[in-house]
């Protein structure tokens, strides 16, 4: 029998930090859940890496 050990850690890269943070804000604002929010933080952060930089 093995066991299964599921722990939530803390972002640790610049880029978590920043999805966390927009789905905080996205969850904060909104009805969707925690994991909805991250899917959709993930997606909007993935837009915005691609606009030029003299655009944003």
């Known amino acids: 029998m093995t066991?299964?050990?599921?722990?939530?850690?803390?972002?640790?890269t610049p880029h978590e930090r920043r999805v966390e943070l927009v789905a905080s804000a996205i969850t904060d604002?909104?009805?969707l859940d925690h994991?909805?929010?991250?899917?959709?933080?993930?997606?909007?952060?993935?837009?915005?890496?691609?606009?030029?930089e003299h655009i944003r």
């Open 35 to 52: 994991d909805a929010a991250v899917a959709l933080a993930t997606h909007i952060l993935q837009v915005l890496d691609h606009v030029p």
């Open 29 to 31: 604002h909104s009805e």
């Open 3 to 12: 066991t299964t050990v599921t722990t939530t850690r803390p972002p640790v």
